[in-house]
């Protein structure tokens, strides 16, 4: 049912770079059959069990700076840039 | 110096000047240096600024200043959880050097108080794990006995807190990850209410479900734990406004005339014969202190380890995106790369654990799936929320065995992944609902393993949950830790 | 038929602090990487916390353009890997699971075209990539991440690139007047559109930089869609950019994999209750849409409905006609500022350099109402005026403009003008429709200062005679 092909779609869709995805054919699709049994499930509520915030509450839209430099404790360059490989 | 003191003693005796904090903190710093060849729960030990602060305090509490509540306590810091200055791996290579500038909450109320971090602590990857064998750092040991697994993935926590290396410690629950080490380990463990403690500075694994969690030998020093770390947090948008509960008053009231539902799906087939029995006595030792125990059945119990994987897992494959080594992380040129070849093999240091969800996540998320698999998983939390509504109309707790099963060797359940999640099914249902759960010791098993009972209680119902775990606490009576 | 939709991003620049973060949401000529905290660099353990304003300018919004507005709205990850994200996924707004964006299914009416509006959502703007020459590396500016953004996403119900200025025009000047952004900011607004041509595929332009551009690379593009269609060869579905250089529109990459978002729930905002109460207070505080503006001048001011439209439709004009007209001449300073002003002043930037002011525009009403200018002096008058930014009074002087009107002064220079031109004024005699030439020749000699009425009314009686 998985296929290497799909680990190693997978494994693009989140850039790990997998050096052996055999070994996670197994292992994934013995878990996704696992979750299977979840279309079993029925259960009709629109409630999500999340928070919910007022709009008069949110956070008051005012300016402060951080407190420290930032960009000191990051892996910047001479010109505090961050260096980044280009995309092509 | 008994350094096997409750938290609760050890502030009486240095707030009296019994104790002198240096050199409770100087015995311990010693302790950990003797145990940790065998036990391995610490990552980093920060020696140098423990003492310090230790003499501080002594100072401000000979002066008469004012000294915070914790008095010095030292306290350990499960590594997932931001400290300034400290080092904060998640115990991954991919965060090996990276020092937050800043405190979590959590981290920050503790110092307010004067507690002393006193090192961070093991976890598995990312906390991704049961056992913390998967840590990048190798895998903490139990004090009880040192081939058997802390649990996880808070293991690093369980030990330090068992083995007398610290006062208590502030893990992370997310399927199970303070009470499992807390049952292993033969300490107190509490999962609160989501929304109750702040996650700002707790690095993010599954965000819908995760808290902290405080651990310590006793049920009254996580309370007083809790008073200092709980409440809103305006650098977290999840918290929830509570009002000002002091969690330790009131604490020993015990549970006469309360209603406690035994859940029926979390002590049937499957579970271990030596931990059914304890729990049975567990539950008659309950019912002689005046609670009425019913059996209840929760049939959404059985969909919640595929919820839980499905859900924590697509979290976790978009938390763990930002770790693409570029702003912080460790130590690897970008020469020569291009941005998506430098960053898979960047990513390619994950553990082999968070590499697998991160796959089930993107899995689940991908186009069409969302329906199938994400949906329906949080239709059973709302199903698993209800049901337990539905209960505690009935009965104001719910009782547990924590860990359907004795602790492990290490190496044992390594290989088979499903095997390993499985054995989160009876802490998963608190994590998905919301709910608080505790983890009280309550025996050992005819081989010297710990066995911890777990309780439950609605959301936000922390303060009773702590009463009945008090209760139970005071009925167990419980060897000193070998080691 | 031509199709064109839009798709269009707006920063709220006029807003204190980012959407997720307070760090400041106006990042431009700061130096690098100081404009950051880490919420917006995504730092483990961070997390982001909704601004307040953010919500209501983008509630704003969605009203202007007549959205239906959620009580209930979240937000949504959408993954990818990107330098320039430093979560490496967005947080932003996403419908395909219910509308629980800011604003869909809106519609705005603009000069009597109806444009429906898809959906509006709130999401965060990414980081700045800095690319240095030939060199593998990109240098990354975080200052700008988390930046709040409105995104607009419109029904392809544009039919031309005139409409689509117009309609940006409008969007500009609205964003400005609810006091959300400066749209004229340098990346302020950017805007992509699709566009197709009768039945054929739909092609995406991407990455225009400014308004004027937009209407080329569309005016481009149509071109460029039908000589293929006419030649039989079908359109190509795919991603474009505007090449400014060359003024044409240039293929992107070779059609890339549609990319798998993965969107899910952004667990760590709860969902945000806007209640109607608090939609009513946000309207109180918008200025006058551009509905209420154009009913306003025809019911309260009797302005012809095409001129009403011309005007409401223009921030810059109407606020000139507020100041301009008092109780008698609304019309008329309307009509000179929509017939006259406009031709020599209709972009931004000619608008600014306008010399002219509401006194100007007041005093040139009121004099041609009272017939102290006839309408054709007048024009030379606003001309001067808006060319020297001299009184009306200085104007009339030096132009030697006015209004003459007494029938003896006006025959003798008709009688001049008959003179001179006997061979029109035969013409006249025989083809009366003839006649606005000698009127004409009259107004030269007046310097535009003849009454109108008065010649013709004298021209008739002596031809006649």
Redesign the interface.
């Given at each position: 049912m998985v296929e290497r092909k799909e680990i190693e779609h997978l494994g693009d869709l989140v850039k790990v770079e997998l050096k052996e995805p055999e070994k996670y054919i197994k292992q994934v699709e013995q878990i996704i059959q696992y979750f299977d049994r979840l279309d079993a499930v029925e259960f009709n509520s629109d409630d999500t069990l999340r928070n919910e915030v007022d709009l008069e509450n949110l956070r008051d839209d005012t300016h402060e700076p951080y407190d420290i430099s930032l960009i000191d404790h990051l892996k910047k360059d001479q010109n505090n840039f961050i260096r980044a490989p280009r995309m092509v | 110096m008994n350094l096997g003191i409750s938290a609760t003693e050890f502030v009486s005796q240095a707030k009296d000047g019994a104790i002198s904090v240096e050199e409770f903190v100087a015995k311990t710093l010693d302790r950990i240096n003797r145990v940790e060849e065998k036990l391995h729960a610490f990552i980093t030990v920060d020696s140098q600024n423990a003492l310090a602060k230790s003499k501080e305090i002594d100072k401000k509490i000979k002066s008469k200043d004012k000294v915070g509540i914790c008095f010095g306590m030292p306290i350990s810091i499960k590594d997932n959880i931001c400290t300034a200055g400290l080092k904060t791996t998640c115990a991954s290579k991919m965060l090996e050097n990276f020092v937050a500038p800043y405190d979590a909450t959590v981290v920050s109320r503790l110092k307010s108080e004067d507690a002393i971090i006193i090192g961070k602590v093991n976890l598995d990857e990312f906390a991704m794990g049961s056992t913390t064998e998967f840590s990048y750092f190798g895998t903490s040991r139990n004090p009880w006995n040192i081939d058997y697994v802390p649990g996880g993935s808070s293991g690093g926590s369980g030990v330090s807190v068992s083995a007398l290396e610290c006062l208590g410690s502030l893990g992370s629950d997310t399927g199970g990850s303070v009470r499992s080490p807390a049952s292993f380990c033969s300490v107190v463990g509490l999962k609160p209410t989501y929304g109750l403690i702040s996650r700002y500075g707790l690095v993010s694994y599954a965000n819908s479900i995760e808290q902290v969690g405080p651990m310590a030998r006793t049920v009254e020093d996580v309370a007083f734990l809790l008073n200092i770390i709980s409440g809103h947090d305006p650098h977290d948008n999840t918290t929830v406004k509570n009002g000002h509960v002091n969690y330790t008053q009131d604490i020993s009231s015990g549970i006469s005339g309360k209603k406690i539902g035994i859940i029926t799906q979390m002590i049937g087939e499957g579970v271990d014969k030596e931990v059914v029995s304890a729990t049975n006595r567990a539950i008659s030792k309950l019912q002689e202190l005046g609670a009425e125990c019913i059996p209840v059945s929760l049939d959404a119990v059985e969909h919640s380890v595929a919820a839980y994987y499905t859900i924590a897992s697509a979290e976790a494959s978009s938390n763990l995106s930002r770790y693409d080594n570029l702003r912080y992380g460790f130590d690897f040129g970008t020469e020569g790369y291009e941005f998506k070849a430098f960053i898979s093999k960047a990513r390619s240091n994950f553990g082999p654990e968070v590499t697998r969800r991160m796959l089930l996540g993107a899995f689940v998320l991908s186009t069409g799936y969302y329906g199938k698999y994400y949906l329906k998983a949080q239709k059973v939390r709302t199903m698993i929320k209800a049901q337990l509504d539905e209960a505690f109309k009935k009965v104001d707790f719910l009782i547990s065995p924590t860990m359907p099963i004795l602790p492990f060797k290490v190496g044992e359940k390594i290989d088979d992944p499903l095997k390993l999640y499985l054995t989160d099914i009876n802490t998963i249902t608190a994590n998905l609902s919301g709910i608080p759960a505790i983890s009280v010791p309550f025996e050992m098993s005819n081989s010297g393993l710990p066995i911890g009972m777990q309780l439950f209680a609605n959301s936000f119902e922390e303060k009773k949950l702590l009463q009945a775990a008090y209760a139970l606490q005071e009925t167990a009576n419980l060897p000193e830790v070998p080691l | 038929m031509t199709r064109i939709g839009l798709e269009i991003h707006c920063q709220l620049t006029k807003?204190?602090?980012k959407l997720f973060c307070?760090?400041?949401?106006e990042y431009r000529n700061l130096?690098?990487?100081?404009?950051?905290?880490?919420v917006c660099?995504?730092?483990?353990?961070?997390?982001?916390?909704?601004?307040?304003?953010?919500?209501?300018k983008a509630v704003m919004i969605s009203l202007a353009l007549g959205c239906k507005i959620p009580e209930?709205i979240?937000f949504f990850?959408k993954?990818y890997?990107?330098?320039d994200l430093?979560?490496?996924?967005q947080i932003t707004q996403y419908n395909a699971?219910g509308p629980t964006s800011i604003g869909s299914d809106g519609k705005i009416i603009i000069q009597g075209k109806e444009i429906k509006i898809r959906r509006i959502q709130l999401e965060e703007d990414p980081g700045r990539l800095?690319?240095e020459g030939k060199s593998?590396?990109?240098?990354?500016?975080?200052n700008r991440a988390g930046t709040p953004l409105v995104e607009i996403v419109t029904e392809p119900d544009f039919e031309t690139p005139k409409q689509v200025r117009i309609f940006l025009n409008v969007l500009a000047d609205l964003v400005e007047n609810i006091g959300v952004s400066d749209p004229y900011l340098e990346g302020a607004m950017r805007v992509d559109g699709n566009i197709s041509e009768g039945d054929g595929n739909r092609v995406e332009i991407k990455n225009v930089g400014s308004f004027r551009d937009i209407e080329k690379a569309l005016h481009f593009e149509i071109t460029r869609q039908q000589s293929l269609l006419e030649r039989e060869i079908s359109v190509v579905s795919e991603t474009r950019h505007w090449d400014d250089a060359r003024r044409i529109t240039v293929s992107s990459r070779s059609k890339e994999e549609e990319q798998?978002y993965?969107?899910?729930?952004e667990?760590?905002?709860?969902?945000?209750?806007?209640?109607n109460e608090?939609i009513e207070n946000i309207k109180k505080q918008m200025p006058e849409s551009i509905v209420a503006k154009r009913e306003r001048y025809v019911k309260k001011y009797g302005i012809p409905a095409q001129v009403a439209d011309v005007l409401s439709s223009d921030r810059f004009y109407a606020d000139l006609f507020e100041k301009s007209h008092n109780e008698r001449n609304a019309k008329e300073v309307a009509n000179i500022i929509t017939t006259d002003l406009l031709s020599y002043a209709d972009t931004r930037e000619k608008k600014l350099e306008l010399k002219i002011t509401a006194q100007h525009i007041s005093d040139l009403a009121d004099s041609v109402m009272d017939n102290k200018l006839t309408r054709n002096s007048g024009k030379q008058a606003l001309q001067e005026m808006v060319k020297t930014g001299k009184s009306l009074l200085d104007v009339i002087s030096s132009l030697d403009l006015g209004h003459v009107n007494d029938s003896g002064s006006i025959e003798k220079i008709i009688d001049e003008v008959f003179q001179e031109e006997k061979k029109a004024v035969t013409e006249a005699r025989q083809n009366p429709d003839t006649i606005n030439y000698l009127v004409g020749k009259v107004m030269k000699k007046t310097k535009g200062k003849a009454d109108p009425a008065t010649t013709l009314d004298i021209l008739r009686k002596k031809l006649s005679s």
């Open positions: - | - | 807003l204190e602090s307070s760090c400041k949401a130096a690098p990487n100081s404009n950051i905290c880490p660099t995504g730092l483990p353990g961070s997390l982001p916390i909704l601004n307040k304003k953010a919500v209501e209930k979240a990850r993954n890997f990107y330098p430093p979560k490496n996924f699971y800095v690319y593998m590396l990109t240098l990354v500016d975080y798998d993965r969107y899910l729930p667990a760590d905002i709860p969902i945000v209750l806007i209640r608090s």
